[in-house]
């Protein structure tokens, strides 16, 4: 393989054919120059150095132990340092088959796109038993076949990410419900999930903490009930598709106490009942509500009011288009550590909202606010000195602003980055 290097997290190979070939390395200067006695690498026991390289990453150690000489590229190639692979950028199916093959205590693996996930996933069962979690997003090929040899060639696996992978059949998913040890799970975008899917799942994966089931529209009421009943308990994070759920489903998440991330995209369904299923959840940090198009503002400020909500960090309410100002001057009074809001075509909100809503959310550091019609640009410059953290404004299809208003933000505060009514990143005139 030469020294053929893949960029990025994983560089392949260990087996570099170049480097300074030669006996001993020295540290502390040469014995002849300085009267002392060496200190020779080399001379250390392999187990010691091992464990000194096993501070480095896969990439490191490819790319500073094994050149050096033969001793460390064999050392290099040991496979106790090639415990975690990330493959962050384009590398080839054989060229992950190749590394994998090499890594029999592989704990950790994460890749997307690849080709023929059967091979993939057939090979890691075959020689990673482990293997603690796997990434696998946007791969072709998952079969049912290569999931049963996960089952019994990696039986502790923890962690399992699918996104957007081509299963083959809705077999896969009774298959993945064999892992019985899983806490982590994220099939979202995935074809062919169904109720009975969704359903095993529930029943056998009993550790379950973590489940994104977003972008799944075959889901439906009885097996979000049914999920909820079985791991209510154990459930900390949470992603739907409200798409064909109703009311019957979010009242039910009432029961999920230890939920901290909760998002449902497309919620047309949910009216004001079913948001009010949602007031017993009050360690929530993360919560998305995606096109909530039904919840009343009356609804919205109850549930921001009543809802325990202190502690969120992260809010999206994008598409709740009766959202208006007295709902964020809720948000202003009750969710005061808020760090990340987006409020994407809230149109009824104004210049007189946001200002409202700032006061009380001095930690802010990303505000999304496109297609907000109303926003002046007048209230600009309280924004800026009420919020000192925000470093991403993003105004993008507010017709009202222009672009001399943003510009001049940017030149007070260098660091923010704000986006124009086209998307773009606004410039200073300073940096032209």
């Known amino acids: ?13 260990c087996s570099v054919s170049h480097g300074v070939d030669q006996e001993t390395l020295e540290l502390g200067g040469n014995s002849e120059g300085n009267g002392q006695s060496g200190c020779h690498v080399n001379k250390l026991p392999s187990e010691v150095l091992l464990h000194v390289f096993s501070f480095l990453s896969v990439e490191e150690v490819c790319r500073s132990v094994a050149p050096v000489c033969r001793a460390w590229r064999d050392l290099a190639s040991d496979p106790s340092l090639w415990t975690y692979l990330t493959f962050q950028y384009s590398v080839t199916d054989e060229q992950v088959q190749e590394i994998v093959s090499r890594a029999p ?33 946007f791969c072709g090929n998952v079969t049912e076949e290569a999931l049963a040899a996960m089952i019994e060639g990696c ?22 419900a064999g892992l019985t040890h899983l806490t982590h799970l994220n099939l979202s975008h995935c074809h062919f999930l169904d109720d009975p899917g969704l359903l095993a799942i529930a029943k056998r994966c009993c550790h379950l903490q973590y489940l994104d089931i977003d972008g799944i529209t075959g ?33 039910a998440l009432g029961v999920c106490k230890q939920l901290v991330s909760l998002g449902i995209s497309f919620c047309e369904n949910m009216t004001d009942m079913g948001l009010k299923g949602l007031y017993s959840l009050t360690n929530l940090t993360w919560l998305k509500l995606r096109k909530g198009t039904q919840l009343s503002p009356q609804a919205l400020c109850k549930f921001i009011q009543n809802g325990e909500l202190s502690y969120l960090t992260y809010l999206n309410l994008a598409e709740c288009t009766q959202l208006d100002d007295s709902v964020m001057a809720a948000l202003g009074h009750h969710c005061t550590s808020l760090i990340c809001l987006e409020l994407n075509w809230c149109w009824d909100v104004t210049d007189a909202g946001l200002d409202l809503l700032v006061a009380g959310c001095p930690l802010l550091h990303m505000l999304v ?3 907000v019609v109303q926003l002046s640009g007048n209230t600009l410059q309280n924004l800026i000195a009420s919020l000192p953290n925000l470093n991403v404004l993003d105004l993008e299809q507010c017709s009202d602003i222009d672009d001399a208003s943003l510009k001049a933000l940017v030149e007070e505060r260098p660091s923010l980055k704000v986006f ?12 032209i």
């Open 1 to 13: 393989m030469g020294d053929e290097r893949v960029e990025g997290e994983v560089v392949l190979p």
């Open 105 to 137: 205590r592989l704990l950790h693996l994460s890749l997307a796109g690849y080709q023929d996930g059967n091979v993939l996933l057939t090979q890691v069962a075959a020689t990673c038993p482990r293997l603690r979690h796997l990434t696998l997003r």
């Open 155 to 176: 039986p502790d696996l923890r962690h399992l990410n699918l996104e957007g992978s081509q299963m083959s059949s809705e077999l896969c998913y009774i298959k993945i």
């Open 219 to 251: 889901i439906h009421d009885s097996s979000v009930v049914g999920l909820v009943q079985l791991r209510a308990s154990n459930l900390h994070s949470l992603q739907l598709d409200g798409d064909n759920l109703s009311d019957k489903s979010f009242q």
């Open 369 to 371: 606010l496109v297609g």
């Open 420 to 431: 124009n009514y086209w998307g773009e990143t606004v410039v200073s005139e300073l940096d």
